[in-house]
Structure formats: structure tokens, C-alpha cells
């Protein structure tokens, strides 16, 4: 008889109770790591499957500009929030990473799109899969894995990686070209035929059309027609291949986009600082990364403030410059000025317009709730939560998420009696020896 997913990952917790129970003869820290598993696992019947789609630069008040009918649908029948709380820098590849690992980047270490790591004396872009790089955290697609599960990851940032000798069950490149109607129909496939319990996928879009057109242009406006029609295509698939109450819809996108102007707001790093004196600009625009020579003493990622979560990691450079919303930091102002870019982001989280949308639909989501902002670091937590797997250690808080889940007050009832059962097989055992 071969072991159900289920067993699988009680068997996980049992492992990892009996490491933390010293003391006690081993065949009854057997007795007691079983009890206590049974008392701290959730019930586990029926397994919902989750979906986690973003949307790249989709700002949390784009629903505002136009007709949206499938973003209002999937909003009425389930939760969403004002905006999520994202993390620091808000740029594609760090935010992304901290949805997938529930890290802040100072943890899981992709602190930038570009990155330089002083010790290895390597440079990271947007194509770089070595994994060590990514190996300061843990993504969701390989917990699941680890936990008995099948993962499909289309085009996330890590999804191509091989991370701790493991990687999704199928997986695409970030720089996947493949249409957004044909990326809909493989995850849907995955879901559907594969039997898939995990799905993470990304799109490019608003992003693009934000950056070229600006946040405010015509142009968005359609970007956010056409994601409100794919949408529609993707909740219609996903209706058609029968999973309508067996999977859990997460869209949400990993920053937001505010206009720049590379004439009359550009920072040029020329004019400010001795260029001799730099050996490196490991990342520009919003968030400038710089090394200076050695006998230029400035040590300001000291005093980055603690919110930002990010300055405890080596490939944060020991200069950081961070611009004011809407300004741009550069080392080369000729290729600046030769982009078309109207749009940005990259700026402090803090920002409003850095902010993403989040909403979420399904079985494990209440109906029709405006719930407050949680923060990009708990969706890791939450997917487990989901998928009934036990989460890495890491930033999120399953407090946060409670209010999402239309079981939450149950959850909290099981909560209780996981202590009160635990407590009880602690006394009883304690009788015993
Ligand atoms: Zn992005
Ligand atoms: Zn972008």
C-alpha cells in the first residue's frame, strides 16, 4: 500500500516532533510525537488547491480607472483589501521572491533586478539561475514539493532555478514568451489534468505599459481591459475543467507604478560624487547599490532604516541612495535619456503608489469581505495554510491572514483544542513516566 500525500506530511511532523522531545524512552516519544501530531495537524479532508497569479505593476488603485467586470466579480465573491503591503525594493524580482519565500530580501537574499555579491565577486540580472543566489530562502513551489505535492510555476521570478536540488514539477522561464491566452491554458491544464495542487503564474502586464506610457495614459487603461478579459478567460477555464469550488484564486502583483520624468527629475550620480571613487553601481533608478573604494569611508547602509528590511544582507552595497518618488538615479544620463520610460517604481514601500492590488476567491475565502492590508511576506503562510503544509520558518503572520479565511473562527476553535489536546497527552505521558 503505498503512503497518502497526508501521510506523507504527518509523517514530516512526526519526524520533527520526536527531534524536539529529549528525554523521554523512545518508544512512548513514538506515542507522544503521534499524539501530538494529530493534536497540531488541521483536519485534513479534502485538499483545496491553490492558484497564485500576478499580475507585474498592477497598482492597487488601477480597478479605479475603468470597467473592470471580472475583477468585480471575482471582488464581490471573495476578499480584497484597499492594497497589499509589499516589501523593499519594490521591484520585480525582490518582491516576487518575498511572496514565494515569505522572507524580507535582506533573508532571502534577491535584495535587487540587479545585484552584485561582494564575497562570490559575482553579478546577478534577471537570467541569473545559479542557485545560490536564491538559496536564502525557501519558494513555496519547493515546499510543496517537499511536502508530497505537485507545483507548476509559469514565468515567476526562481521558478527556473534549481533551489536545494529541487524544482517545481513543471516549470517556464521568466523570459517565456509564450501569449498570455496560451499561458492561461497550460496552468489551467495543470491544475485541471496534472492535478496539479500548486500553481504560481505571472504575466507581464500592466508593467509594461506603465513604463512606457505612464500610470496616467490611455494606454493603461487598456493594459487594465485586457488583464480584466484574461482574467475572465482564466476564472472560465478554470469553471470549464471543474475546479469552481476546488481551487483557491489569489490574484495580486508585486508593485505598483509612479510617473518619471528622466529630463527634469534625473539624479546624475556624476554630479554628486567623484566617479573615480566608485568601483561599482550594482543597481540605478529608484535604488542606487554603490561600492566606493576602499578609502572612501562612507558606511550609510548602517543607517537604512530597519523597516526597509533589507540592509542585513552582504549584497546590499555599503552606499545606498534611495530617490524621492518620481525621481530617477543614474551612472550613465546619455542612456537614460535615450529611454522612453514614463512610468516607474522601485521607490519606498511606503508609498502609496508603490502598493499592489490583492484579491483572492474560493473555498477557504470568505464572500464578499473588504479585509485590511497583509503584507507580501504572509502569502507564503497562507498558501501552506491552504495546502496544509508545514511552512519554513520565515516573516509572514498567520494572525494577518485570518481574516481572509471563511473558516478562520473554526481555525481558531482548532487552535484551541490542538492546545488543550497537547496539554492533556503532556499530563497523561507525564503520569506515565
Ligand atoms: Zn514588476
Ligand atoms: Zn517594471
Known sequence: MTASLDDVSAAREIEDLSISISGIKPEMSFIVAVSLALAILPPTEGRTKVLLVSMDGFRHDYLNKTETPNFDSLRSGGVSMVYMDNSFVTNTFPCHYTMATGLFPESHGIIGNQMYDPDLHATFNMSSTEPFWWEGGEPIWITARKAGLKSGVFSWPGGDVEIFNLRPTEWRPFSDSTTFENRVSTVVSWMSEKDFDLGLLHFPEPDLAGHYFGPDSEEIISAIQKMDTLLGLLIDE?????????????????????????????????????????????????????????????????????????????????????????????????????????????????????????????????????????????????????????PMPNNGSLERILPLLRNSSSMMNWNIVTVLLGTFVLLVFSKIV
Not at 314 to 336: D, K, Q, S, Y
Open 238 to 390: 478554470l469553471n470549464k475543467a471543474g475546479l469552481k469550488d476546488k481551487i483557491d484564486l489569489i490574484v495580486t502583483s508585486d508593485h505598483g507604478m509612479t510617473k518619471v520624468d528622466l529630463f527634469n527629475q534625473v539624479i546624475d550620480l556624476s554630479q554628486y560624487v567623484n566617479e573615480t571613487l566608485l568601483q561599482r553601481v550594482a543597481d540605478e533608478e529608484a535604488v542606487a547599490n554603490l561600492l566606493p573604494q576602499p578609502d572612501l569611508q562612507v558606511m550609510l547602509k548602517e543607517d537604512i532604516p530597519e523597516r526597509y528590511h533589507i540592509k542585513n544582507n552582504r549584497r546590499v552595497m555599503p552606499v545606498v541612495a534611495i530617490a524621492e518618488e518620481g525621481w530617477t538615479i543614474t551612472n550613465n544620463l546619455t542612456l537614460l535619456q535615450q529611454s522612453p520610460m514614463k512610468g516607474s517604481h522601485g521607490y519606498d514601500n511606503g508609498i502609496l503608489n508603490m502598493k499592489p492590488i490583492f484579491l483572492a476567491n474560493g473555498p477557504s475565502f470568505k464572500s464578499g469581505a473588504i479585509v485590511p492590508p497583509i503584507q507580501s511576506v504572509d502569502l507564503y503562510t497562507l498558501v501552506c495554510h491552504i495546502l496544509k503544509i508545514k
